[in-house]
Structure formats: C-alpha cells, structure tokens
C-alpha cells in the first residue's frame, strides 16, 4: 500500500458532500405516477451518469464511464451496487490488461489493498469471540516469535488488539509497497523489525498507545502476526476458515503471491501513464494490511454481513454486540478495523484501498441496506471510483456524495499564456494552453482543465483544490499554490 493518509483519501477524494431527495428507508423516492426505472435503466443512468468533484454552475456535468476510464488510464473496473440489503447489481467494465482481450468480469480478482483490514479485523473479532484473544490485553502476552519493544511509552500504557485495530497504538510504519516480481520477500517478523529483504521501517512505537488515531499498516502486521501465533495457521488458512467460507466470499483470498490456479483470474496492476506494473502484480506478505485479493461482489457480501450482523438479522462470523463494537468509534473517525462516519439512516462504514497499481473503495450504510464497492486496476482509479460513487449516489438517492458546486469568473483567456510553463511541486507540474483553456497536469497524473474563479485563481473539477498563481511586483508569474479541501497547501516555484 503506498503511503498515503487513507481517512483522507476515503473522506475527501472518495466521499464528498451530501446527495438530497433520500426517503426514510434511503431509496430513491419519485412523484406521484413516477414508476420506478428498471434494473437495466438503473445501471445505464449509473454508466452514463459519472459525477466530478466540482461542477459548474449551469453547465452539464454527467460523463460516462467508458469515457473517464480512457481519461484516467484505467483499464479495468468492477461494481457491485447494494440496495434494500442484498446485491442488486454487478458488472465489469474493460480488460484485466491494457491491450488484452480478457475482459473484466464479476470474478476478476481484484487487489483490495487496505480494503484488506476490515475483512482481517473481522477475523480477529471472531477469535475475540472464541476466547482465543482479548481486545484490551497486552498484545506481548501471548505474541510469541517477536514482541513489541518495551520503552518508556509501553510502560505507561500498552499495545492491545483495540488500538492496534482502531490505529490508536502509537505504532510506526503508515503503509507498504509491496515486493515486484523477482525481489525476495520478509517473513513477518522481519518486516516488523526492518530487516532485509523487508523495505519497510521497523514497526515501533513511538506515540503514546491510546493518545491520538495514526494509521498505521505496521500495526495492522502486529494483529496478523497475533492471530496466526494464537490459531497455530498460516493467516490465508485462518481467514479463510473464520471469514471468506462463512461469508461465502468463494473467490477470494489472502494468499501472497497468488497461487497459479488463481492467476488467470485476476487483473494486472497499472501505473498512471496506463503501462502494466511491471512483473504485473506486487506480492504482500503483509496480508492483513494489504494482501487481500477480491472481488466487489465478495465485498459487499462481507458489507452485507456486517449491516446484517448489527442488525441481529445474519451472525455468520460475529454476534450483534461485536458487531456493534466494530461499527462504534474508538479513535478519530474510526472504528475496529474500519472507518465509520454519519448518524441515524446516514450511519455509514467505509475504506479505501491503493496499492501499487490498484486503487478501491467500499462504503455502505449500516442501517439502509445500501452500498457499493468499486475496484479498479489502475493507479489514477481512486479518482475514477469516486465518480463512479457519485454517480451511484445520486441515482440511488444517498446522502452522501454531492459535488460541490462553483461559478466560473470571466477572465480574458490571453493571461492564460503567463501561466504556461512547468513548476516544481513535488515533482514537475506542467501547466498549459490550448484553444483558449488552461490545463493542469500533476506528476504522473492526468491533464485537467482549469477553471478560474479570478484573474489569478483556478480550480480543475476532478478533485477539491484550488490552484492560485503567484506574481512578483513587475506581475511576472513566479509560482503557484495548490490548496487541497483538507486544509493543506503546497508551493511550488515556476522552473520553465
């Protein structure tokens, strides 16, 4: 899993705003003598019905889902849609290749990523239940190959499976990057003390257990070693006995590297400039942080499972009380393995996955029976999948998921060629023109168009940002200021 800040991607590049018009059971309500759509209009209004991040005041928004996966370099895509607490829909969309001919089914198997620690904590809850682990127990108790390194933060408090699960246990170590074909991969022990051929840090704490929610993938690994060390089985075996069989999730699995028997039937892995990762697919020992390999529809089973279990309705792996401890806060926006957020018909569950070369996303809500999971093999399909949810939103009435909506200011289009050049922005950021419009085009990523907002101010409708261009006293332009809708702020100098 690259490093990024996963909250962060699921709140802001994924789940942005609030859709109206949902009635009291969440469906879509219509008018009077308005007849419901069909299942196949549903999906067409979904395919055609792509959402950006911003949209333009009186302007038509709606693209269509072929045309964003060629716009991202995306060649494949999976959706499973819930509604009323089963699954209405599922459908693939391209190849598990670019320039292949296998398409991409319902079956295809898909990288989960971090979508990977929910379905593990699940696991781990269930040995919770069994009295084989505790959650508010010292987790060196019963770790037996390695332990968490005792300093003075573990004397004052300890790492437990509660805070090692809602990434409050001061552990190190945010995310992986996996192992490409023909590097030598860790045993466990080795990627949790750093050493060769592990190319993660050690995982150590060095934040108070309990003082504050860090994510941390590195922490995920302790859970997995615990559970593997406690059971007596590989983590794929016990998962597989605890979760995926019990579930029904059949084509899914924790086996790092794939087996040959399941090769055939996963996609491969694909840089932002739409070229095959190379060796295809990493391998991640750290399969419960990043191993998992899936598909929608066994996602929004295992979602199902969870809306069913709190609900007292389906406790296939967990009781309705442990289910309600996953699904409850503990620390930040988090929960036991999972991210939770919203309140009453809103109550919702969510995570985001990006290793290399796959990005997904899984939201559904805990009290509606509503939901979906995209995954995509492309590493520009985090953005892709969040058009996607809004367009699923939108059809199916969700609270959540409206753009947000911005006037565009009218500028004389010749100041756009003072803006044309590259800046130094972590990494080359090249801005252009062409036919009058601005483009903007980060590193490793797609062009977008600018809009503006001022004679200075602009913003691209894929993502919430605004991009602000820099003058000296003569007015020559300098340099440019991304700012992000979480608050961040990046600077970068005009180099060309």
Not at 78 to 85: H, L, M, R, T
Not at 87 to 116: C, H, L, R
Request: charged share 20%; proline share 5%; net charge positive.
């Amino acid at each position: 899993m690259k490093k990024l800040n996963l909250r962060l991607v699921v709140l802001l590049a994924l789940f942005v705003g609030a859709l109206t018009g949902q009635s009291p059971t969440g469906s879509q309500s219509f008018a009077a003598g308005q007849s419901k759509p069909s299942l196949a209009d549903r999906i067409a209004h979904v395919e055609s019905g792509l959402l950006p991040a911003i949209t333009i005041k009186d302007q038509a928004s709606s693209m269509t889902l072929a045309d964003r996966m060629k716009h991202y370099k995306v060649p494949g895509v999976s959706i499973a849609v819930i509604n009323d607490g089963k699954i209405e829909w599922a459908k693939g969309y391209g190849v598990t290749e670019v320039g292949g001919s296998t398409p991409v089914t319902t079956e295809t198997m898909f990288q989960a990523a971090s979508i990977s620690k929910p379905v593990a904590a699940m696991g781990m809850l269930a040995l919770v239940e069994k009295g084989q682990l505790s959650l508010d127990e010292d987790v060196n108790v019963k770790l037996k190959s390695w332990k968490v390194p005792d300093n003075d933060l573990t004397k004052e408090q300890k790492v437990t499976l509660r805070r090692l699960a809602s990434h409050s246990a001061g552990l190190t170590v945010h995310g992986f990057r996996g192992y490409a074909e023909g590097e030598d991969v860790p045993t466990t022990v080795q990627i949790l003390d750093g050493q060769k051929p592990a190319n993660s840090a050690p995982v150590r704490v060095d934040l108070l257990p309990g003082s504050r929610w860090r994510y941390s993938g590195g922490g995920i690994t302790v859970m997995q070693l615990l559970m593997t060390e406690t059971a007596g089985k590989p983590f794929p075996v016990l998962m597989r006995q605890l979760v995926l069989d019990k579930i029904g999730m059949k084509n899914s699995t924790y086996e790092q590297p794939l087996p040959a028997d399941k090769i055939a039937n996963a996609a491969f892995g694909h840089r932002s400039s739409g070229e095959i990762l190379k060796g295809k697919r990493h391998t991640y020992p750290e399969m419960a942080a990043a191993g998992l390999w899936t598909t929608p529809t066994d996602l929004a089973k295992f979602a199902i499972e969870i809306q069913q279990s709190k609900a007292g309705k389906s406790n296939k792996v967990l009781s309705q009380a442990m289910t309600v401890q996953m699904l409850t806060k503990q620390s930040g926006d988090y929960g036991l393995g999972i991210g939770v957020g919203g309140d009453g018909s809103s109550a919702n569950f969510s995570h985001g996955g990006s290793n290399e070369g796959f990005k997904c996303n899984l939201f559904a809500y805990s009290e509606t029976g509503q939901g979906a999971v995209v995954m995509t093999n492309g590493d520009m399909g985090g953005q892709l999948a969040s058009e996607i949810f809004r367009s699923i939103a939108r059809e199916y009435g969700w609270p959540d998921f409206k753009p947000t909506e911005r006037v565009i200011a009218k500028v004389n289009s010749e100041i756009y060629k003072a803006y044309a050049g590259e800046y130094d922005i972590n990494g080359k950021v090249i801005v252009s023109t062409e036919g009058g419009k601005l483009f903007f085009q980060p590193p490793g990523g797609g062009k977008d168009e600018l809009f503006p907002t001022s004679e200075t101010e602009f913003f691209p409708t894929t993502q919430n940002i605004r991009i602000v261009f820099k003058k000296d006293g003569q007015g020559t332009i300098t340099g440019l200021a991304a700012h992000f809708g979480d608050g961040r702020v990046l600077e970068g100098k005009k180099i060309n």
